[in-house]
């Protein structure tokens, strides 16, 4: 029993049920990226310069950022501008 136990494991969820999302090669497994963007002092809403973390995935087969596919409240979700609130804590 050596079971990989991603963070998700955290969550009380059975992910054997869960559907896996592939890119759009087919491919399922990802490498999580970080892309820094630094808010200028006049963009920042603290009026201060800040730095905010973008997380991405990167298909290891294609090297494509990851695009979830499905759209909330007519808003594109493109997995690139904005955190990933369902992962962190
Ligand atoms: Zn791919």
Not at 31 to 47: D, E, M, N
């Amino acid at each position: 029993m050596n079971e990989e136990k991603p963070m998700q494991a955290s969550l009380n969820v059975d992910l054997n049920k869960c559907e896996t999302l592939a890119c759009k090669c087919g491919n399922k497994t990802f490498t999580p990226v970080i892309t820094l963007k630094k808010i200028s002092a006049l963009l920042s809403p603290t009026g201060r310069e800040m730095i905010v973390e973008l997380r991405q995935r990167i298909c290891l087969k294609c090297g494509e950022k990851f695009v979830l596919e499905e759209k909330k409240n007519g808003k594109e979700i493109n997995g690139q501008e904005r955190s990933d609130s369902e992962v962190d804590p």
